[in-house]
């Protein structure tokens, strides 16, 4: 059984940083791919950054040269550095792992943005 926790998620003024955080219960170089998605009221959920095991990375456009993704494999985590935060980033973020066929869904943690 796999389990994921996230942490990180809070309020933050237009401008500022936040730092997400998935940890598991699994070694973090087992999986295929590692990846944050967001989804905000009203939205569909949506990919924000994904890194693949071979270290490839992929961001959705609206984040390019502001989010960072990486993984740090001694603790088994994966982060997501979020900098320069804009109201419209406001969402609720989850950790998303994958180990084909399965996928496994942090429950969620709240970044919401103020103008």
């Known amino acids: 059984q796999v389990q994921l926790v996230e942490s990180g998620g809070g309020l933050v003024q237009a401008g500022g940083s936040l730092r997400l955080s998935c940890a598991t219960s699994?070694?973090?170089?087992?999986?295929?791919?590692m990846g944050w998605y967001r989804q905000a009221p009203g939205k569909q959920r949506e990919l924000v950054a994904v890194l693949t095991r071979g270290g490839s990375t992929n961001y959705a456009d609206s984040v390019k040269g502001r989010f960072t993704i990486s993984r740090d494999s001694a603790e088994n985590t994966v982060h997501l550095q979020m900098n320069s935060l804009k109201p419209e980033d406001t969402a609720v973020y989850y950790c998303?792992?994958?180990?084909?066929?399965?996928?496994?869904w942090g429950q969620g943690t709240q970044v919401t943005v103020s103008s």
């Open positions: 998303n792992l994958k180990l084909i066929p399965r996928t496994y």
């Open positions: 699994t070694s973090i170089t087992s999986f295929d791919a």
